[in-house]
């Protein structure tokens, strides 16, 4: 399988690499580009995280150029390519009282500031629980505040982006899965879970039980350990037990 360049992204348009293979990827102007080009991924459903950092980085040197909106909405994108440390990356670039928790704040935030800090602590809840493979409580996360369909809300497809990942990330470890496991992962039921299963993912239904098709991941192999000893190596410990201390 070939390795794909961490700042390789397939759909990224022409002007976009102009930017950040040039000076001005560190030029403040161009925050409304790739601000731009952020929402034309949440729409059209592609990502790009190198791109994304990029404009992190701007917002993290020019501040009062950093829109909230901009910020959650790729965070949001980076949920959707877990368990990639992506979400972790961009996180690293926020301003530090964006992470501290509310309640242990000295001083009463800017306006502004707390519904922010909350959102961005709301939606690293959401990436830890997926990074746990807590997926069952990652949904009832996602459905338990109104605050989180806000914060999807402009990316499209946002659960189906999930169901699949996750998805992905069974497959790689199960041949066979309980049905009602399963449907409590993907929050799907009936229909939807048969149809989902079936015609998405490509795997069979069978009772009670769904299979997962073989494929490198999920599929067991033996391993054989083989251990090299000379003999010397034993006669040298076999004189060392023997020898007394100094």
């Known amino acids: 399988m070939p390795i794909i360049s961490?700042?390789?992204?397939?759909?990224?348009?022409?002007?976009?690499?102009?930017?950040?293979?040039g000076l001005d990827r560190y030029n403040p102007e161009t925050t409304e580009i790739f601000s731009k080009y952020v929402m034309e991924q949440c729409e059209n459903r592609t990502y790009d995280c190198y791109a994304n950092l990029a404009l992190l980085k701007l917002f993290q040197f020019n501040p009062h150029l950093s829109r909230d909106e901009t910020v959650t909405n790729i965070l949001v994108k980076a949920l959707t390519v877990f368990p990639s440390?992506?979400?972790?990356?961009c996180l690293?670039?926020?301003?530090p009282h964006v992470l501290r928790p509310i309640s242990s704040s000295h001083s009463n935030p800017a306006a502004g500031d707390a519904p922010f800090s909350e959102a961005?602590?709301?939606l690293n809840k959401l990436n830890n629980q997926l990074s746990s493979a807590d997926y069952a409580s990652f949904w009832a996360t996602l459905d338990s505040?109104?605050?989180?369909?806000?914060?999807?809300?402009?990316?499209a497809g946002f659960e189906e982006l999930m169901r699949v990942q996750i998805a992905v990330e069974v497959s790689k470890c199960v041949r066979e899965i309980q049905r009602s496991v399963l449907e409590d992962w993907l929050n799907l039921r009936a229909g939807e879970f048969d149809n989902f299963i079936n015609k998405v993912c490509g795997w069979e239904i069978d009772g009670a039980s769904v299979t997962v098709p073989a494929n490198k991941e999920n599929e067991a192999k033996g391993t054989v350990v083989?251990?090299?000893?000379?003999f010397d190596q034993f006669s040298r410990l076999i004189k060392r037990a023997y020898e007394q201390p100094a």
């Open 145 to 155: 505040d109104d605050l989180f369909a806000d914060l999807v809300a402009d990316v």
């Open 6 to 21: 961490f700042d390789y992204s397939p759909d990224r348009p022409e002007h976009i690499e102009t930017i950040l293979n």
């Open 120 to 122: 961005v602590q709301q």
């Open 85 to 89: 440390p992506d979400f972790s990356l």
């Open 226 to 230: 083989r251990e090299n000893v000379k």
């Open 92 to 95: 690293s670039l926020l301003q």
